[in-house]
């Protein structure tokens, strides 16, 4: 999954649905973890690793029983680690 973390109502939507749809892939098939793929928290990143984004745009999103205790590897890219280079 990748370029998610809009911030208007559209965006929003469309990564609910996503997410909706990757909790019931692997609920039905089975999933090892998730791949980021970046490009992550639109449209300028987190402003620091507390970003209450990461909550609102990421944990509180991707929570469906089948995937919200799976691994995530995330491959940061341009939006995520703009104004956090350390991360």
């Not at 973890?33 to 300028?44: L, Q």
């Not at 590897?73 to 680690?81: A, G, Q, V, W």
Request: proline share 5%; aromatic share 12%; net charge negative.
């Amino acid at each position: 999954v990748g370029d998610w973390g809009d911030n208007n109502e559209l965006g929003w939507i469309r990564q609910n649905n996503v997410a909706s749809i990757m909790n019931q892939w692997c609920s039905e098939g089975g999933c090892d973890f998730i791949m980021s793929t970046g490009d992550n928290i639109y449209p300028n990143g987190p402003t620091s690793p507390t970003d209450t984004r990461f909550d609102t745009r990421w944990r509180d999103v991707y929570n469906g029983e089948a995937i919200a205790n799976l691994t995530w590897y995330i491959c940061n890219r341009n939006t995520l680690s703009q104004n956090i280079p350390y991360l």
